[in-house]
Nanobody, 120 residues
Framework: QVQLVESGGGLVQPGGSLTLSCAAS????????MGWYRQAPGKQRELVAR???????NAADSGKGRFTISRDNAKNTVYRQMNSLKPEDTAVYYC??????????????WGQGTQVTVSS
């Protein structure tokens, strides 16, 4: 089993910045792609960005130019730097990872979510 723990959410004013972190832990696991989804009130969960173990990324258009995804493979951690935040970025942000373990092939794992609220 792989556990994902997010941190870094909170309340920020429009135009502000936040950095989300997500650390993976467990026994005998191997991480592949990691990423972030978000779900705003009344909307479906949507992909924000993904990054492979080799560092290749893809991101939703809504965040391009404002958001950056990165990862530290040595720390099993993925980051999401969010700048120039807008009220429409308000959502619960979920970390996700594709990982294999000693007893299971690749599966998708999800964090518990962290709330980001952009408001004045």
């Amino acid at each position: 089993q792989v556990q994902l723990v997010e941190s870094g959410g909170g309340l920020v004013q429009p135009g502000g910045s936040l950095t989300l972190s997500c650390a993976a832990s467990g026994r005998g696991f191997r991480l592949y792609a990691m990423g972030w989804y978000r779900q705003a009130p009344g909307k479906q969960r949507e992909l924000v960005a993904r990054i492979t173990s080799g560092g290749n990324t893809n991101a939703a258009d809504s965040g391009k130019g404002r958001f950056t995804i990165s990862r530290d493979n040595a720390k099993n951690t993925v980051y999401r730097q969010m700048n120039s935040l807008k009220p429409e970025d308000t959502a619960v942000y979920y970390c996700t990872a594709v990982a294999s373990t000693l007893v299971a092939s690749r599966n998708d794992y999800w964090g518990q979510g962290t709330q980001v609220t952009v408001s004045s």
